[in-house]
């Protein structure tokens, strides 16, 4: 099969949370599943062109027009390890791809509208064949509306996956016609109308119904969004498409994230390999005379992420004379502030570390240090984190919703609460801290159950299989 990605993100290059990691993972599981695979990606200024392989310049110029003008572009062909990444290059007088972040952006909606337009260009000078399409989130679903309505591209079906459900890509009609749609025709209950706000367009809506199939990254997430009755949930249009929405729970490329672990089951081995990664910590924070537990949390803070119980759970932490260590940022300057002053208030503790940006090798050395993850979510489509954690012998203390649900087992592999509420994140601390001094053989044995559940992409590349499969009858 020949299958087209068109995406936002791609891990370790240009990774701004978990869609970044699943483009990767998938891709690189279809490769070796024998699929002629490839990723379109803008060329981001902030790539990490170091970890790209072969970078080509494929075609020198090509234009796609916007607002009625002739903008120039470039494709590079390239690979990362051995996934073909195809990046457009937009020399945009706005400079769209030209700023230091993926999105956040006041012209989000316009730069990744054109984006997937520029896309769509080279598909139809190169005209081939294209059995899948694969489009990821707001950001790439106009793609089915392009192929339906602008383009005439020999595509067989056309595939949405959602990773988030909570952002859909408002817009207003004319953000259509700067592409060359018509913003008006679209702006219909059977189209793009967005439910709460009848003069905008809901690009993520339009997604759903001109896609032949649509995923989302797991099981419950599915039904949530098909039983949701919120008005700005989309649920009555997961109704509509529910014979054609399946919920594919997310692997872990595994080649991200290396353990160092020999053996999963091997106890003594993960604990050595914990025990060196915490003396690498204790060379950034003075940990080194503690027994634990350390908690952490390595999030984007974000409302989804529930800050007031990370928060809670910060504090509690620190009552219990825990260690707790926040990695994390937010593009909401009032959340960001919050926390610079929680920072402030507990330097002097030596019992809370707060780093308040984007560090990669950080999460890397945090996910094999620490000894629990915290997780308050209020939703979670799926939610790596806790994967990335067990898979490292790190056990999540979890809010009961979405991904979390169908990968972990309260008890077990880690801990699950119920209610979004302080009062719940507190008792669970408490809880997974008695329990990690008291019965140190069961924590262990939680441990090993974690470190060797299967989460490689196997599985869940199977059953993109199956529904390609499927799209391709309609
Ligand atoms: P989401 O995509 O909703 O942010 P996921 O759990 O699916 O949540 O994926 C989050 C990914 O982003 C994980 O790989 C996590 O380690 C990473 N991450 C989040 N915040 C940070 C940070 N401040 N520094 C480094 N990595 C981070």
């Given at each position: 099969?020949?299958?087209?990605?068109?995406?936002?993100?791609?891990?370790p290059?240009?990774?701004?949370?978990?869609?970044?990691?699943?483009?990767?993972g998938?891709?690189?599981?279809?490769?070796?599943?024998?699929?002629?695979?490839?990723?379109f990606?803008?060329?981001?200024?902030?790539?990490?062109?170091?970890?790209?392989?072969?970078?080509?310049?494929?075609?020198?110029?090509f234009r796609?027009?916007?607002?009625?003008?002739?903008?120039?572009?470039a494709?590079w062909?390239?690979?990362?390890e051995e996934?073909?990444?195809?990046l457009?290059?937009?020399?945009?007088?706005?400079?769209?791809?030209h700023?230091?972040?993926?999105?956040?952006?006041d012209?989000?909606?316009?730069?990744?509208?054109?984006?997937?337009?520029?896309v769509?260009?080279?598909?139809?000078?190169?005209?081939?064949?294209?059995?899948?399409?694969?489009?990821?989130?707001?950001?790439?679903a106009?793609?089915a509306?392009?192929?339906k309505?602008?383009?005439?591209?020999?595509?067989?079906a056309i595939?949405?996956?959602?990773?988030?459900?909570?952002?859909?890509?408002?817009?207003?009609?004319w953000?259509?016609d700067?592409i060359?749609?018509d913003?008006?025709?679209?702006l219909?209950?059977?189209?793009?109308?967005?439910?709460?706000?009848?003069e905008?367009?809901?690009?993520?809506?339009?997604?759903?119904?001109?896609?032949?199939?649509?995923?989302?990254?797991?099981?419950?997430?599915?039904?949530?969004?098909l039983?949701?009755?919120e008005?700005?949930?989309?649920?009555?249009?997961?109704?509509?498409?529910?014979?054609?929405?399946?919920?594919?729970?997310?692997?872990?490329d595994?080649s991200?994230?290396?353990t160092g672990?020999?053996?999963?089951?091997?106890?003594?081995?993960?604990?050595?390999?914990?025990k060196k990664?915490?003396?690498?910590?204790?060379?950034?924070?003075?940990?080194?005379?503690?027994?634990?537990p350390?908690?952490?949390?390595?999030?984007?803070?974000?409302?989804q992420?529930g800050?007031?119980?990370?928060?809670e759970?910060?504090?509690?932490?620190?009552?219990?004379?825990?260690?707790?260590?926040?990695?994390?940022?937010?593009?909401?300057?009032?959340?960001?502030?919050?926390?610079?002053?929680?920072?402030?208030?507990?330097?002097?503790?030596?019992?809370?570390?707060?780093?308040?940006?984007?560090?990669?090798?950080?999460?890397?050395l945090?996910?094999?240090?620490?000894?629990f993850?915290?997780?308050?979510?209020?939703?979670?489509?799926?939610?790596?984190s806790?994967?990335?954690?067990?898979?490292?012998?790190?056990?999540?203390?979890?809010?009961?919703?979405?991904?979390?649900?169908?990968?972990i087992h309260?008890?077990?592999?880690?801990?699950?609460?119920?209610?979004?509420s302080?009062?719940?994140?507190?008792k669970?601390?408490?809880?997974a801290i008695?329990?990690f001094?008291?019965?140190?053989?069961?924590?262990?044995?939680?441990?090993m159950k974690?470190?060797?559940?299967?989460?490689?992409?196997?599985?869940?590349?199977?059953?993109?299989?199956?529904?390609?499969?499927?799209?391709?009858?309609?």
């Open positions: 099969m020949k299958i087209v990605h068109i995406a936002t993100e791609f891990a290059i240009a990774k701004a949370g978990g869609l970044g990691e699943v483009v990767t998938l891709s690189r599981e279809q490769l070796l599943l024998h699929e002629d695979v490839e990723v990606l803008p060329k981001y200024d902030l790539l990490d062109l170091k970890k790209i392989k072969r970078p080509q310049l494929e075609i020198a110029d796609c027009f916007e607002k009625g003008f002739s903008i120039p572009n494709l062909k390239s690979f990362y996934i073909p990444l195809q457009i290059e937009v020399r945009h007088p706005s400079g769209y791809f700023r230091n972040k993926i999105y956040g952006c012209d989000d909606i316009a730069r990744f509208l054109y984006f997937t337009k520029a769509f260009e080279v598909l139809q000078l190169r005209n081939e064949k294209i059995d899948v399409l694969h489009l990821h989130d707001w950001h790439t106009i793609g509306i392009l192929a309505n602008l383009f005439k591209i020999p595509i067989r595939v949405l996956t959602i990773h988030n459900g909570a952002y859909q890509g408002r817009c207003a009609t953000d259509l700067n060359g749609l913003g008006k025709s679209f219909t209950q059977e189209k793009m109308k967005d439910d709460v706000y009848p905008t367009i809901n690009l993520l809506k339009g997604g759903i119904l001109y896609s032949d199939w649509v995923a989302t990254v797991s099981p419950t997430y599915r039904n949530e969004l039983t949701s009755q008005k700005d949930s989309l649920g009555p249009i997961y109704r509509k498409k529910q014979n054609h929405f399946t919920g594919i729970l997310n692997g872990l595994l991200l994230w290396k672990f020999q053996d999963p089951l091997n106890l003594a081995n993960i604990q050595h390999v914990k990664a915490r003396q690498e910590l204790s060379q950034k924070i003075p940990i080194a005379k503690e027994n634990g350390i908690i952490g949390a390595i999030t984007r803070i974000a409302e992420k800050p007031e119980l990370i928060e759970a910060l504090k509690e932490t620190v009552r219990q004379k825990g260690i707790f260590v926040l990695l994390g940022s937010s593009a909401t300057k009032s959340l960001q502030d919050h926390f610079e002053k929680l920072k402030k208030e507990y330097e002097k503790s030596q019992r809370a570390f707060l780093f308040l940006h984007y560090d990669e090798n950080l999460a890397h945090l996910y094999r240090a620490i000894d993850l915290v997780l308050p979510s209020r939703y979670e489509p799926c939610g790596l806790q994967m990335i954690a067990m898979h490292h012998a790190t056990i999540p203390i979890a809010r009961k919703t979405g991904g979390h649900i169908d990968t309260d008890g077990i592999d880690g801990f699950l609460f119920s209610e979004y302080q009062e719940a994140m507190r669970e601390i408490e809880r008695l329990f001094r008291n019965e140190k053989a069961l924590y262990e044995k939680m441990q974690a470190s060797s559940i299967d989460w490689s992409w196997k599985k869940a590349a199977l059953q993109y299989q199956e529904i390609y499969s499927k799209a391709f009858l309609i």
